[in-house]
Each structure stands twice: as C-alpha cells, then as structure tokens.
C-alpha cells in the first residue's frame, strides 16, 4: 500500500524546513548575509522537497512499511 498525500507532504516540508534552517541560517554569521537571503533559501529548499515528494508519490516510489 503506498502513503498517502498528507504524510508525503509533511515529511518533505519538514525535511526542507530542516534542510533550509541548518544549511542557510549560519550563513548570517559565518558571511554575515542579510536575513532576508537566508529566508528566501529556506523557502527554496521548501519548494524543492515538496516538489520532489510529489513527484515520488506520483511515481509510487514511496511504500509504506
């Protein structure tokens, strides 16, 4: 049986959140970037995880258990 399209699209939103905040937030002390630029990254890695778990869901490569 494969998942449904809830639990996809919490599992890649919480993995682009994840993804977003620890790669590009240190990047506002480490380089000293504006804000601005790391949110826009984080919702980049967002947009990107959500769209690749849709693909995967409608390519059935996600099962459950």
């Known amino acids: 049986r494969t998942t449904n399209m809830k639990s996809v699209l919490t599992a ?3 993995l682009g959140l994840l993804v977003g905040f620890l790669s590009d937030f240190p990047q506002t002390s480490w380089f000293v970037f504006p804000i601005e630029f790391a949110l826009i990254n984080v919702a ?3 947009v990107a995880m959500v769209l690749a778990g849709l693909v995967f869901f409608k390519l059935g490569v996600l ?3």
Request: aromatic share 0%.
């Open 12 to 14: 890649s939103l919480v």
């Open 63 to 65: 099962k459950a258990g």
């Open 44 to 46: 980049d890695h967002v």
